[in-house]
Protein backbone atom coordinates (compact mmCIF):
# COMPACT_ATOMS: atom_id res chain seq x y z
CA UNK A 1 0.00 0.00 0.00
CA UNK A 2 1.69 3.20 -0.69
CA UNK A 3 0.68 6.65 1.04
CA UNK A 4 1.13 9.92 -0.74
CA UNK A 5 3.70 11.95 -0.32
CA UNK A 6 2.97 15.68 1.12
CA UNK A 7 3.55 18.66 -1.05
CA UNK A 8 5.99 20.63 0.43
CA UNK A 9 7.23 17.46 2.48
CA UNK A 10 6.50 18.53 6.15
CA UNK A 11 5.10 16.53 8.38
CA UNK A 12 1.33 17.12 9.92
CA UNK A 13 -0.92 15.28 12.36
CA UNK A 14 -2.07 12.10 10.13
CA UNK A 15 1.77 11.17 10.82
CA UNK A 16 1.11 11.24 15.01
CA UNK A 17 2.35 8.16 16.64
CA UNK A 18 0.81 9.78 19.33
CA UNK A 19 3.93 10.52 21.37
CA UNK A 20 5.27 13.73 21.68
CA UNK A 21 8.94 13.31 21.77
CA UNK A 22 9.07 10.61 18.51
CA UNK A 23 6.33 12.93 17.14
CA UNK A 24 8.81 15.80 17.34
CA UNK A 25 11.45 13.91 15.83
CA UNK A 26 10.05 12.57 13.21
CA UNK A 27 9.10 16.39 12.83
CA UNK A 28 13.06 17.06 12.31
CA UNK A 29 13.06 14.14 9.99
CA UNK A 30 10.93 15.55 7.61
CA UNK A 31 12.69 18.67 7.91
CA UNK A 32 16.00 17.32 7.11
CA UNK A 33 14.90 14.95 4.31
CA UNK A 34 13.12 18.65 2.79
CA UNK A 35 16.63 20.33 3.60
CA UNK A 36 18.34 18.15 1.32
CA UNK A 37 15.79 18.29 -1.29
CA UNK A 38 16.54 22.05 -1.32
CA UNK A 39 20.41 21.85 -1.15
CA UNK A 40 21.58 19.01 -2.74
CA UNK A 41 25.28 19.87 -2.57
CA UNK A 42 25.05 20.68 1.15
CA UNK A 43 26.95 17.96 2.36
CA UNK A 44 26.61 19.63 5.99
CA UNK A 45 23.01 19.26 5.50
CA UNK A 46 22.89 15.73 4.53
CA UNK A 47 25.42 14.49 7.31
CA UNK A 48 22.74 16.21 9.54
CA UNK A 49 19.92 14.19 8.11
CA UNK A 50 22.05 10.84 8.95
CA UNK A 51 23.05 12.48 11.99
CA UNK A 52 19.07 12.96 12.53
CA UNK A 53 17.81 9.62 11.40
CA UNK A 54 20.90 7.69 13.78
CA UNK A 55 19.37 9.07 16.44
CA UNK A 56 15.87 8.69 16.10
CA UNK A 57 16.40 5.23 15.60
CA UNK A 58 17.96 4.34 18.27
CA UNK A 59 16.06 6.26 20.45
CA UNK A 60 12.75 4.35 19.09
CA UNK A 61 14.41 1.44 19.32
CA UNK A 62 15.50 1.59 22.82
CA UNK A 63 11.91 2.52 23.88
CA UNK A 64 10.66 -0.63 22.12
CA UNK A 65 12.65 -2.45 24.05
CA UNK A 66 11.88 -1.26 26.88
CA UNK A 67 8.80 -1.99 26.25
CA UNK A 68 9.62 -5.58 25.23
CA UNK A 69 7.55 -4.34 21.47
CA UNK A 70 7.21 -7.83 19.75
CA UNK A 71 8.47 -6.40 16.38
CA UNK A 72 11.20 -4.69 17.93
CA UNK A 73 13.86 -6.93 15.89
CA UNK A 74 12.31 -6.90 12.25
CA UNK A 75 11.71 -2.93 12.99
CA UNK A 76 15.68 -2.32 13.45
CA UNK A 77 16.71 -4.56 10.53
CA UNK A 78 14.10 -2.20 8.69
CA UNK A 79 16.09 0.95 10.43
CA UNK A 80 19.62 -0.44 9.53
CA UNK A 81 18.62 -1.06 5.74
CA UNK A 82 17.48 1.95 5.43
CA UNK A 83 19.89 4.03 7.28
CA UNK A 84 23.23 1.78 5.40
CA UNK A 85 21.81 2.97 2.22
CA UNK A 86 21.33 6.67 3.27
CA UNK A 87 25.13 6.56 4.31
CA UNK A 88 25.88 6.10 1.07
CA UNK A 89 24.56 9.31 -0.46
CA UNK A 90 27.22 11.70 -1.56
CA UNK A 91 26.31 15.09 -2.56
CA UNK A 92 25.00 16.56 -4.76
CA UNK A 93 21.97 14.29 -3.97
CA UNK A 94 19.91 13.44 -6.48
CA UNK A 95 16.29 14.31 -6.37
CA UNK A 96 15.53 10.82 -7.16
CA UNK A 97 17.12 9.64 -4.04
CA UNK A 98 15.54 12.59 -1.85
CA UNK A 99 12.51 11.42 -3.51
CA UNK A 100 12.88 7.21 -2.18
CA UNK A 101 13.87 8.81 1.38
CA UNK A 102 10.52 11.23 1.24
CA UNK A 103 8.94 8.06 -0.07
CA UNK A 104 11.10 5.45 2.69
CA UNK A 105 9.91 7.70 5.69
CA UNK A 106 5.99 8.30 4.68
CA UNK A 107 5.93 4.73 4.34
CA UNK A 108 8.06 3.64 7.62
CA UNK A 109 5.60 6.33 10.09
CA UNK A 110 2.64 5.34 8.02
CA UNK A 111 2.89 1.78 8.27
CA UNK A 112 6.06 0.32 10.39
CA UNK A 113 5.81 3.06 13.28
CA UNK A 114 1.94 2.96 13.73
CA UNK A 115 2.46 -0.80 15.06
CA UNK A 116 3.99 0.44 18.18
CA UNK A 117 1.38 3.01 19.07
CA UNK A 118 -0.50 2.44 22.37
CA UNK A 119 2.72 0.06 23.13
CA UNK A 120 5.44 1.81 24.35
CA UNK A 121 5.94 3.74 27.95
CA UNK A 122 7.25 6.81 27.05
Same mark, same amino acid.
Given at each position: ?????????? /??? +??? !????????????????????G????? +?? !?????V?????????????M?????D????????H???????K????? !??Q? +??Q /???? /???H??? !????????????
Open positions: MSHPIPEPFV /WDE +SFK !VFYDKLDGEHQGLFQAIFDVKTPND +SG !VLAKLELMDSHFAHEEREKKAAFGHDEHKDNDEFLASLKLKTP !VAE +SV /WAKN /WLVHIK !VTDSKYSGKLHL
